[in-house]
């Protein structure tokens, strides 16, 4: 007995038809099918029988299926469609966007908390009364206040360049589809890190040594970033805000690292099978 199929059409099960009645009927790749054997509906040109259908080449001969049990088929393919309308999401995740958008958000939200956090800081400065203090206290501020605005411009920049970015870190359908993504956030992150520090910590310490000298722990007080400002400072952050870049990108390359040698040792296997 020949192998037999059942299809949607508008959410209508039809069927069972053979190959040579599929292909009176109009049958499209799109179209999903299902018969005895399969564990949900699949498009057509996913199956190899249907797949001659949708091209020029000449239709085979089908084959006969020993076994076929057309009751089977009949009691089975109800219970496939009930079953089976989870897998447009399935899929969706299988393909990876499900992954790589949220992640694109994610970024788009961290730029836009870059661009307004030179302004939450001055609301504070503002608040503080710092303008009834000397001048060399409001020089130091407002020039350090610049530096952050400065610091804050880069950090906007880079998770506003790197928000599109994320969205082709990884090819559709592959096996290792966060893997990647999480990858260029560590990196993304350590670029931001990195110049925040350099940039904040290089230019509050030079600022807070200039105007306030042996006071410059004034500005830790209304600065209220995790930084120590010192004299030294203007050394160490550019190098510590450099360390952690390399280490971010290290882990970023390492992951993706991982994920291809995964992915080669896979074709390697398929191809060998082959």
């Given at each position: ?18 190959v ?28 190899g ?47 990876g ?13 961290l ?7 030179p ?12 303008f ?5 206290y ?5 020039l ?12 906007f ?66 600065m ?39 992915n ?7 191809n060998?099978?082959?």
């Amino acid at each position: 007995m020949n192998q037999v199929y059942y299809y949607l059409d508008n959410n209508e099960q039809k069927g069972p038809l053979g190959v040579d009645q599929l292909k009176s009927v109009g049958l499209k790749p799109e179209t999903s099918v299902w018969a005895e054997g399969f564990d949900s509906w699949k498009p057509a040109k996913e199956v190899g029988e249907l797949k001659p259908l949708f091209s020029n080449k000449k239709t085979p001969s089908v084959k006969p299926v020993i076994g076929g049990n057309l009751a089977s088929v009949k009691k089975a393919a109800p219970l496939a469609l009930l079953t089976g309308f989870i897998a447009p999401f399935l899929s969706y995740i299988d393909s990876g966007k499900m992954f790589r958008k949220p992640f694109s958000w994610l970024y788009t939200l961290l730029a836009g908390l870059n661009a307004i956090l030179p302004f939450y800081l001055l609301y504070t400065i503002i608040r503080g009364s710092i303008f009834n203090a000397p001048i060399k206290y409001v020089l130091a501020i407002l020039l350090s206040w610049t530096v952050l605005c400065i610091a804050c411009w880069v950090g906007f920049q880079i998770w506003w360049d790197r928000k599109d970015k994320v969205l082709s870190t990884s090819e559709e359908d592959s096996d290792f589809s966060i893997t990647p993504v999480i990858s260029h956030l560590f990196q993304t992150f350590g670029e931001w890190l990195g110049s925040f520090i350099a940039i904040v910590g290089f230019g509050f310490s030079m600022f807070g040594t200039i105007f306030l000298g042996s006071e410059i722990a004034y500005l830790s007080y209304v600065m209220p970033l995790p930084l120590d400002i010192s004299p030294i400072g203007m050394i160490l952050y550019p190098v510590y805000g450099f360390a952690t870049l390399v280490i971010f990108r290290y882990l970023a390359e390492l992951c993706r690292c991982l994920a291809a040698i995964a992915n080669n040792t896979k074709a390697t296997a398929n191809n060998t099978k082959k």
